[in-house]
């Protein structure tokens, strides 16, 4: 592994069944966040971790929840999808807490909700 | 609010020089990123202003204005490759990076 990976790549799923979207980095960096991107809208932050064991709501956190059981790993879970949780979901990573460290981010993940 | 503003498009010359602009209403101001994205890809950092004036950095400068909360991204000797859209985001008071939509710059040959 190498920098910030995701899984899956897309992902087809139908309203009100679960999905955990996986994001692993190897870059022993101490902040990781869940982003989604729509179009004609910016990034949007649906949760972050500062570090391993603490977890925070973003703009987004609606519908969604994380986990930060380990410095590399941050699940994001759907725990009953909806159509408007159709989007591209990103993963990032920074070496510190604050986002004025450069954030690395995950190739994304396609997800469609129908 | 907070609010980020950018063009939706932009249109360039290979050869030439472009610059997108950033505006920004936020709650507080800890700094002002520049991403690029390629399309179907994930965005990657360009640069970072947090004082006033320009930063250069090869054929990429990013200026910035904190009175009039603006700020630019200026890309000279256009390559194809330059072909993507160009993310504006601030980071707030409580130091979370706030996002504009972002500005797809096309290339022509």
């Known amino acids: 592994i190498a920098g910030i990976t995701q899984a899956p790549t897309s992902q087809i799923l139908a309203a009100g069944r679960r999905m955990t979207l996986r994001c692993t980095q190897d870059m022993r960096h101490n902040a990781m966040y869940w982003y989604r991107q729509d179009l004609g809208l910016g990034l949007r932050l649906i949760h972050y971790?500062?570090?391993?064991?603490?977890?925070g709501k973003g703009e987004v956190p609606d519908g969604y929840s994380v986990s930060r059981a380990n410095t590399d790993d941050f699940p994001l879970t759907l725990a009953s999808a909806v159509p408007s949780q159709t989007s591209v979901y990103f993963c990032?990573?920074?070496?510190?807490?604050?986002?004025?460290?450069?954030?690395?981010f995950g190739p994304g993940t396609r997800l469609t909700v129908l | 609010g907070q609010n980020i503003d950018q063009p939706t498009e932009m249109t360039a010359t290979e050869g030439a020089i472009v610059q997108i602009n950033c505006t920004y209403q936020?709650?507080?101001?800890?700094?002002l990123f520049w991403y690029q994205q390629h399309a179907g890809e994930a965005p990657t950092f360009l640069s970072y202003n947090v004082l006033d004036g320009l930063e250069e950095k090869g054929r990429f400068s990013s200026f910035l204005s904190r009175s009039k909360g603006y700020s630019y991204l200026l890309l000279k000797e256009l390559q194809m490759k330059d072909s993507a859209s160009y993310l504006c985001?601030?980071?707030?008071?409580?130091?979370?990076?706030?996002w504009g939509a972002g500005t797809k710059l096309i290339i022509k040959p």
């Open positions: 971790s500062n570090t391993a064991g603490t977890t």
């Open positions: 990032a990573s920074s070496d510190g807490g604050r986002s004025t460290d450069t954030q690395y």
């Open positions: 985001a601030v980071e707030d008071s409580n130091y979370q990076l706030i």
């Open positions: 936020t709650s507080g101001f800890n700094g």
